[in-house]
């Protein structure tokens, strides 16, 4: 199994700090503004009346009602409780879906760019990825006829994310309904939908594919409350989906990890229900700094640049720089053009080759303007003396 690519940047600015450089890290997809105060609140109240034991593996009722009742207002999705799991992260919901769904030889399309873990966590079931790629021009967008294309007598799942980790991409209505129709025509398929960024979405709103009627009872929605509530830490998942996938995730579950922690459940559901004016004020934030940030990209010549409508990820296509020097350091693809930022210009990000796009690199907006312009002034300096 490979190392996360962006835990492994992260780590290395850390060693480069630690060393005595300036470094400045965009590698993380960690919003940088603080959970909410009255979220932490909640988490303290519970704290105070002793929810410091088990829960029910699929989580707390309190916060199944909550997922349940989000579902239908924000996404016309209509689950009972028994069809939501509450996990340990968005991830855990993956790998618990991809371990009870998947055996040898099955096969999984993956819309890429993807994000990092998918492809190492079909792999780790036994399963065989299938990547269906989509490059700048198509705004990263794989089409229905590419999926159409890409599927076997062997597929099993069908898995993106949208808005998308890296590219920031939204699928729309239209392009989802496609998805839909091919998938529907295929018995036994079933998709994926990871909406972990649903709240950072700076155009039309958010779709789920499993509110079009011909998928909705093969669609998992996987959401969570890492990104659109600044809760990465607190490692909280869930999904909802048809019933007998939801009891054989916690089937697994019980085995792994069990509940998550209870009074983070209790403040999970207060965020659910509460205030969302602080989840679209961070929306907003990231909507000025991804702006501010396409504008000074677009001033460095060979980078090119599209505009996401969602999440907080600008993923540039970098292959113009490919074959160039500085004299000492030769780039010949997207990991070499991201060691030369990290070492030339001390500024982390993370290479396209991670998630499936070896022309690209993956910027995470999700630090202060002041950082992002300095980020910017650097990477245009650095690239400029290569030849």
């Known amino acids: ?226 990104k659109g509530f600044a809760m990465t830490g607190w490692r909280l998942g869930y999904m909802g989906a048809p019933a007998w996938i939801a009891a054989a995730c916690a089937k697994i579950q019980g085995q792994f990890t069990s509940g998550a922690t209870a009074f983070g459940q209790k403040a999970a559901a207060y965020a659910l229900l509460s205030d969302m004016t602080p989840t679209f004020e961070m929306r907003e934030a990231f909507r000025a700094r991804r702006d501010m940030l396409i504008g000074l990209l677009e001033d460095i010549p060979g980078m090119k640049v599209n505009r996401p409508t969602g999440a907080f990820y600008i993923f540039p296509d970098i292959s113009d720089f490919f074959g160039k020097s500085d004299g000492s350091m030769t780039i010949n693809n997207a990991d070499d053009f991201c060691e030369y930022l990290l070492h030339k210009a001390h500024v982390a990000a993370v290479s396209g080759s991670a998630f499936g796009a070896d022309n690209c690199f993956r910027i995470s907006y999700a630090a202060s303007e002041e950082q992002l312009r300095e980020s910017a002034r650097r990477i245009k300096e650095a690239l400029a003396v290569l030849k």
């Open 1 to 226: 199994m490979a190392e996360s690519a962006t835990i492994k940047m992260a780590q290395l600015a850390r060693d480069l700090r630690e060393e005595g450089h300036d470094v400045i890290s965009l590698s993380l997809g960690e919003p940088d503004f603080d959970t909410p105060d009255h979220i932490k609140a909640a988490a303290q109240k519970a704290l105070d009346e002793g929810y410091t034991k088990y829960t029910p593996v699929p989580g707390l009722v309190e916060l199944r009602e909550a997922i349940k009742t989000k579902f239908k207002r924000d996404n016309n999705l209509d689950y009972e409780l028994n069809q939501i799991v509450v996990s340990n992260g968005a991830k855990q919901s993956i790998a618990n879906l991809s371990l009870a769904l998947l055996d040898e030889g099955d096969e999984v399309i993956i819309l890429a760019p993807y994000w990092v873990s998918y492809y190492e966590i079909i792999r780790l079931s036994g399963a065989t990825p299938v990547i269906v790629s989509a490059g700048i021009d198509q705004e990263y967008k794989v089409t229905a006829d590419q999926i159409e294309a890409a599927i076997t007598d062997k597929t099993k799942l069908i898995l993106y994310s949208s808005p998308c980790n890296p590219t920031g991409s939204v699928y729309s209505e239209a392009e989802l309904k496609s998805f839909a129709d091919v998938i529907a025509s295929h018995d036994d398929i079933y998709i994926i939908s990871d909406e972990i960024y649903e709240y950072i979405n700076f155009g039309d709103r958010h779709i789920s594919i499993g509110s079009f009627d011909n998928v909705k009872d093969r669609t998992i929605t996987v959401n969570g409350f890492a």
